[in-house]
């Protein structure tokens, strides 16, 4: 049985559940309490403590919230770029004059989705929202087929598929059976909108009832003539036979055609023509939709962020903002916390750089390697269950190009960084596992007026802030305004 369409939510209310309203109440008086104590005692801001309360007392609280946002929701997911296109959209979407709901801190668990949504909350259940309100939620690729079940939004922006996080997710061909399954229960007032450039991605369109939007990239002075060796997901999806690339921009996304059966990447509604990349100064786009191009700069950087840019306009066009708005919005995010994060300590200088799959890890290092000279580099891996238990991936990372660095290995698993490092060519390397004692020693090593580039897991990089946040050189993750 599919869910309602738009704002539609199941089991609220149902007369059979009699005590349904009185258990909303309680899960969100409970919920606001456990949030408080939470950002009282400095455990995490309240960005996910309190949905977690609420949903183990109210499991339908997340869809009863979100029916009452006026213009629904946009959930965004896939395994890279989510936090950066969501942030993209929803200043896209505030430039365009709308109230956007967003889950600004990453917190991308369908509690961290409801510990947003009760921020907005009263006792009763009624959602304080503007009556042109919009949601935007990025969630994982696990935590959107949970939202599915409750809620069915405007729009679903997938960003890519790739080999992440193998002990929890599961291989990506897993991903995209679950994403598969979830979609198809849903009726067709759902839009998809999907990489064309990512084989799997683009496969989750074609069986689908509704509407199906595509972008991806065109610009081939930036691609590659094949894929890279950590490519994760090249097969055609009906004859199992290795895609054959006309042009590759990283990972497996490009342009790809089966020899066997003549499935080939869709056309696009939205692409970007020219990428122009100013190394971590940003990246200059010409971004054509129809009957319209407009040129935008990035102060995100790196090419991966081209196609966040791509996704967050494919939704906004879908809205019908204006180009002017689009603009505005692409041109003013910055990077969201710990995804290029730039700070200034004393004489020097860091950039915060999160890392978490092979692709992603290669993508950063592009930008490294493009910034030449001798790098001085902190390189944290952590094996939290944020991260991911198996640090196996880390020896699919291109860490050759940093050869000729000066190199610190941080975090629980820094031995493991020290080998991979070690098995790259790399002597020059001090461990510790300590984070705040790793940074200190990486930026005491390092000459004045140097820059320390600092690549991190997603628990590594939370500890990097909170070590940062304690001595004052930036406030806690949930204190941010990423606009």
């Not at 590759?248 to 990447?265: D, M, N, S």
């Not at 004489?347 to 390697?369: F, H, M, T």
């Not at 991936?393 to 070690?422: H, N, P, Y």
Request: charged share 20%; glycine share 8%; proline share 4%.
């Amino acid at each position: 049985m599919p869910v309602s369409a738009g704002n539609g939510t199941r089991g609220v209310d149902d007369p059979r559940i009699p005590f349904s309203r009185l258990r909303r109440i309680v899960a969100i008086l409970l919920a606001k309490i456990a949030g408080a104590f939470s950002r009282r005692l400095q455990q995490g801001g309240g960005t996910a403590l309190p949905g977690l309360v609420a949903e183990h007392i109210s499991p339908d609280l997340l869809g009863f919230l979100l029916s009452q946002v006026p213009a629904g929701a946009i959930f965004v997911t896939g395994t890279n770029g989510k936090t950066t296109t969501a942030a993209l959209l929803r200043n896209i979407l505030a430039a365009d004059g709308r109230t956007v709901l967003h889950n600004a801190t990453g917190s991308n668990l369908t509690r961290g989705v409801l510990s947003m949504l009760l921020a907005h909350t009263a006792w009763h259940g009624g959602l304080r929202v503007a009556p042109d309100g919009i949601a935007v939620l990025e969630l994982d690729e696990a935590a959107i087929v949970q939202a599915l079940r409750q809620h069915q939004p405007s729009s679903i922006v997938v960003t890519n598929l790739f080999r992440d996080q193998l002990d929890r997710y599961g291989e990506v061909q897993t991903i995209a059976a679950g994403l598969r399954s979830a979609f198809a229960q849903l009726d067709a007032s759902t839009a998809l909108l999907l990489n064309a450039d990512d084989p799997l991605v683009a496969s989750l369109g074609e069986a689908y009832g509704g509407p199906v939007r595509y972008f991806g990239l065109d610009d081939p002075n930036l691609a590659r003539d094949d894929i890279e060796l950590a490519a994760d997901s090249h097969y055609c999806p009906h004859e199992a036979t290795p895609l054959r690339y006309a042009a590759a921009y990283y990972g497996h996304l490009g342009e790809y055609v089966c020899p066997v059966c003549g499935w080939q990447r869709p056309e696009r509604d939205v692409r970007v023509t020219k990428v122009v990349l100013h190394g971590f100064a940003g990246v200059d786009l010409t971004v054509s939709v129809p009957r319209e191009n407009f040129r935008v700069r990035l102060r995100v950087p790196g090419l991966y962020n081209a196609y966040n840019a791509l996704a967050a306009t494919t939704a906004a066009w879908r809205l019908e903002a204006a180009a002017e708005a689009i603009a505005a919005g692409l041109n003013a995010t910055i990077p969201a916390f710990g995804r290029a994060e730039f700070i200034e300590f004393g004489e020097r200088k860091a950039w915060l750089l999160l890392i978490k799959n092979p692709v992603g890890a290669n993508q950063v290092l592009r930008l490294l390697a493009a910034e030449g000279g001798s790098l001085h580099v902190l390189a944290i891996l952590q094996d939290r269950a944020a991260d991911g238990h198996d640090v196996s991936w880390i020896w699919d990372v291109d860490f050759e190009c940093l050869a000729s660095a000066a190199l610190t290995a941080g975090g629980r698993r820094a031995e493991d960084m020290a080998v991979r490092l070690k098995y790259a060519g790399l002597e020059d390397i001090t461990v510790l596992r300590d984070i705040a004692n790793a940074f200190d020693h990486a930026a005491e090593t390092m000459p004045a007026h140097k820059t320390l580039f600092i690549l991190a897991t997603y628990t590594g990089m939370l500890e990097m802030r909170r070590v940062w946040a304690e001595r004052g050189l930036v406030r806690q993750f949930w204190e941010e305004d990423l606009a």
